[in-house]
């Protein structure tokens, strides 16, 4: 199980005033004192490199630095604070600079355990802060009572209750009895690839344990094409620790 590594950077995304894609049809020179910062999808390319991809299909080249340490074995969620050096190059929209890069943890779906799914992925409640699909992936941005001491376990599961509504999840969160008073915000993307809605729009139900009781949350999406719901996050403060 990877840890997830809470990215503490998004406070400064929300004071800057910037959404997760910037606009980038900007067709003249750009300057290098000019950021971007975006939530991206890292995908590996097989010989030690990668390339990004934003929520809107927005190819990025990271052409700088030329040493990246930074090496995905498999589609990464990640944010990233860059600044464009051009258009079009090479087949991507756009080659950048990557003056940072966070990872953001990312699962595939859970095997749905039936009985024993309170046993194995808990089913503490949580708050919703933000959620969205973008480029294949269910993003949470979420709040729970969180210590600091004790790891969390979060996970997505098939809903396997509703046999004849296929796009159904469910949102698991185990606190591990983590006793704390401090709320504290988590961000997890799920990658989708294994709900195949051969080409159609459909709205996938996202059941979720909140703090004011379960509910169930809708998006579209499309698993042939790229969804963007992109959300606007306003908040003042990001205080995240170790999950997985």
């Known amino acids: 199980m990877k840890t997830l590594r809470f990215f503490y950077a998004l406070a400064g995304l929300a004071a800057a005033n910037l959404t997760f894609n910037s606009c980038l049809n900007d ?64 087949g991507y929209d756009h080659a950048v600079k990557l003056n940072r890069i966070d990872t953001i943890l990312t699962k595939q779906l859970a095997a749905n355990m039936g009985k024993d799914n309170d046993a194995e992925y808990g089913n503490d ?5 933000g959620m969205w699909i973008g480029d294949g992936f269910l993003n949470i941005l979420f709040k729970a009572y969180f210590s600091g001491n004790v790891k969390h376990f979060v996970n997505l599961i098939p809903d396997v209750t509703a046999s004849d509504t296929p796009y159904r999840v469910e949102f698991r969160h185990n606190a591990f009895k983590d006793n704390s008073s401090y709320l504290r915000y988590g961000i997890v993307a799920f990658d989708l690839s294994q709900i195949n809605t051969n080409g159609e729009d459909v709205t996938l139900t996202v059941k979720v344990n909140t703090f004011d009781g379960v509910k169930e949350i809708e998006k579209k999406y499309n698993s042939g094409r790229s969804t963007e719901t992109r959300p606007e996050l306003n908040f003042d403060k990001i205080s995240l620790k170790n999950m997985e």
């Open 27 to 90: 067709d003249h020179g750009y300057s290098l004192d000019n950021v971007w910062m975006s939530i991206a999808t890292a995908r590996p390319l097989g010989d030690d490199t990668f390339y990004l991809t934003l929520d809107d299909s927005t190819t990025l080249w990271p052409a700088a630095p030329l040493h990246i340490y930074f090496r995905p074995d498999k589609p990464q969620r990640v944010q990233i604070n860059y600044t464009i050096l051009g258009d079009n190059f090479q």
């Open 125 to 129: 409640p949580v708050g919703i802060a």
